[in-house]
């Protein structure tokens, strides 16, 4: 079997092309039906690892986040976190509410100067700290932990 196309016996062998010689001899194959077999097998090649590339993507998509609460270290779904209060009193209101010594509150507060976007889990509120606010639920503004 000569192969003029350039491409070697491994690449059919490894697409799983079979050729038999009886058919050859019957029916001579021309240069360009060997390439452009070959450019499908490639075009099919590139759909597949595409089509594959768009899976990994909408599987990141659908990945749900977890993020880790400031005050007990556990980790939730987003939908179980609440961002740490930013306005100054309050957050001093909720520092207290959840340290109960100098020491751990001086800890707490070093700790959300440093973190970007801290978050507290909700297990650290009440049921009545939560409002249903059309499709959602929601933490009250006066609410703390």
């Not at 507060?109 to 889990?121: D, G, T």
Request: hydrophobic share 35%; proline share 3%.
């Amino acid at each position: 079997l000569s192969l003029t196309s350039g491409m070697s016996s491994e690449f059919y062998a490894a697409h799983e092309i079979k050729f038999e010689e009886e058919e050859l001899e019957d029916e001579p194959i021309q240069e360009s039906a060997l390439i452009s077999q070959e450019e499908s097998i490639l075009n099919a090649s590139i759909l597949d690892k595409a089509n594959d590339f768009n899976d990994d993507i909408n599987d990141v998509n659908k990945k749900v986040y977890r993020l880790t609460c400031v005050v007990c270290n556990r980790l939730c779904d987003r939908s179980e976190m609440r961002h740490f209060a930013k306005d100054p009193n309050k957050r001093t209101a909720w520092i207290n509410s959840v340290r109960s010594t100098t020491e751990e509150r001086r800890w707490l507060m070093e700790l959300l100067s440093v973190v970007k976007n801290p978050f507290l889990c909700v297990s650290h509120f009440s049921p009545s700290d939560f409002s249903q606010c059309a499709k959602r639920i929601v933490l009250r503004s006066d609410a703390v932990p």
